[in-house]
């Protein structure tokens, strides 16, 4: 079983920056390809970014200002964000699979919790 805990959302200016971490246990994050989704309000759920191996993905209007990243000494994933645009402001959930495939078509086999990110114009 893994277990995903996110921190680091909040309430940011827009033009601002946030980093959020994802700490999981139970298996090494280099085992698993590792993920962020977040879902607006009354919207669905989307990818944002993923790390499987050596290869990164990005949804279309979040390259160039979202970076994923992964430690595996600490066994975690962060994706830092920039330039933070109201339009970002929705929950994000750190996710986990066993393929990048899997979490770009939205089935992970472990979720966290999520949390929240505003950003105020």
């Known amino acids: 079983q893994v277990q995903l805990v996110e921190s680091g959302g909040g309430l940011v200016q827009a033009g601002g920056s946030l980093r959020l971490s994802c700490a999981a246990s139970g298996r090494p994050v280099s085992s698993l390809a590792m993920g962020w989704f977040r879902q607006a309000p009354g919207k669905e759920r989307e990818l944002v970014s993923a790390?499987?191996?050596?290869?990164?993905y990005y949804a279309d209007s979040k390259k160039g200002r979202f970076t994923i990243s992964r430690d595996n000494a600490k066994n975690t994933v962060s994706l830092q964000m920039n330039t933070l645009n109201p339009e970002d402001t929705a929950v994000y959930y750190c996710?986990?699979?066993?393929?990048?495939?899997?979490?770009?078509?939205?089935?992970?086999?472990?979720w966290g919790q999520g949390t929240q990110v505003t950003v105020s114009s």
């Open positions: 790390i499987s191996g050596g290869a990164t």
């Open positions: 996710a986990a699979g066993l393929s990048l495939y899997q979490l770009q078509t939205g089935s992970p086999n472990y």
